[in-house]
Nanobody, 118 residues
Framework: QVQLVESGGGLVQPGGSLRLSCAAS????????IGWYRQAPGKQRELVAT???????NYSDSVKGRFTISRDNAKNSVYLQMNSLKPEDTAVYYC????????????WGQGTQVTVSS
C-alpha cells in the first residue's frame, strides 16, 4: 500500500504560480498512475491532471495550458506546476494513486490548500 503526502500549497495572487508536490512511500511508486484532484467548498472533488507510469499526461479543460504534471520515480514524487492561477483554482488539492486508468483510487493524500486571492 502506498502512502501519499502533499505539500506546496499556500496563498497566491491571481496570475501567480505554485508548485505542489506529492511524495510517496510504502510501495513501488512507479507502478501507480498518479492524479491530482481538487475540491472547492461546496463542490465535488474533480480530476485536475493525471500522469501514467510511462509519463503520459492528461488535463482537465479548465487547467489545460496552465498546469503541468510531472513525476520523478527516483524521488517517488509527482509534481503539479500551476501557472496563471485564477480565483476559481482555489481548492484543497489531493493526489491519488491507482493501478489502471479506470480503476479505483488506492490511496489519497491528506490534501494541501491552495488559495488564489488578491
Amino acid at each position: 500500500q502506498v502512502q501519499l503526502v502533499e505539500s506546496g500549497g499556500g496563498l497566491v495572487q491571481p496570475g501567480g504560480s505554485l508548485r505542489l508536490s506529492c511524495a510517496a512511500s510504502g510501495s513501488i511508486f512507479s507502478r501507480y498512475i498518479i492524479g491530482w484532484y481538487r475540491q472547492a467548498p461546496g463542490k465535488q472533488r474533480e480530476l485536475v491532471a493525471t500522469i501514467t507510469t510511462g509519463g503520459s499526461t492528461n488535463y482537465s479543460d479548465s487547467v489545460k495550458g496552465r498546469f503541468t504534471i510531472s513525476r520523478d520515480n527516483a524521488k517517488n514524487s509527482v509534481y503539479l506546476q500551476m501557472n496563471s492561477l485564477k480565483p476559481e483554482d482555489t481548492a484543497v488539492y489531493y493526489c491519488g494513486a491507482k493501478f489502471t486508468p479506470t480503476g479505483s483510487i488506492r490511496a489519497w493524500g491528506q490534501g494541501t490548500q491552495v488559495t488564489v486571492s488578491s
